[in-house]
């Protein structure tokens, strides 16, 4: 772990972390911890297919992609300005229009986003975090938005064709110990 101790610039804190994921785990996702009595305090998964009870695992968001038993680092604390932002889904048809979407505050509540893709064949991965809004702090994630986005109002179906998920990145603020 290292936390900066000085110059004008603002402080973060990150962790050293490996991938004991079977696929690649994305820039600005979160990494949730896992204790596999081998890599204790190492190891990290994506949050694809995580179950609700090892949410309390959340262990920063990753600074770059990291892959499969790979080494890299997640930032634990401070202003992170790459976090991966879910804010919409569509149904697996192309045809489908993508749904209007609220826009963000600073201070809104960012949840860890569990979800694995969107229908058969879709190579949507969350990996992602979900914008919960000014709801109450969850004791599962401790992540906040650093920044205000537009809302958006239901688009056509021709927006990116193959995708069944809309993401942003934004700027967060992490406390994750």
């Known amino acids: 772990m290292r936390f900066k101790v000085v110059g004008s610039k603002r402080d973060v804190m990150a962790v050293v972390i490996k991938n004991k994921d079977t696929l690649t785990m994305k820039a600005g996702s979160p990494a949730m911890l896992q204790v596999n009595a081998t890599d204790d305090g ?23 992609d990291v892959a499969a038993n790979a080494y890299g680092e997640a930032q634990v604390f401070g202003f992170n300005d790459g976090t991966r932002l879910r804010v919409a889904t569509r149904a697996v048809a192309t045809s489908d229009v993508w749904a209007s979407y609220p826009a963000g505050a ?18 949507d991965m969350d990996q992602a975090f979900s914008n919960a809004g000014s709801a109450a702090g969850s004791v599962y994630c401790k992540l906040r938005l650093g920044q205000t986005y537009a809302s958006a109002t239901t688009q056509a179906s021709s927006l990116n064709l193959s995708q069944t998920a809309s993401f942003l990145t934004v700027k967060a603020m992490i406390h994750a110990f």
């Open 42 to 64: 190492l190891a990290v998964t994506s949050s694809c297919n995580l179950a609700a009870a090892l949410l309390g695992n959340f262990f920063g968001v990753l600074y770059a």
């Open 106 to 123: 600073i201070g809104d509540q960012l949840q860890v986003c569990t979800g694995t893709g969107y229908g058969a064949g879709s190579t």
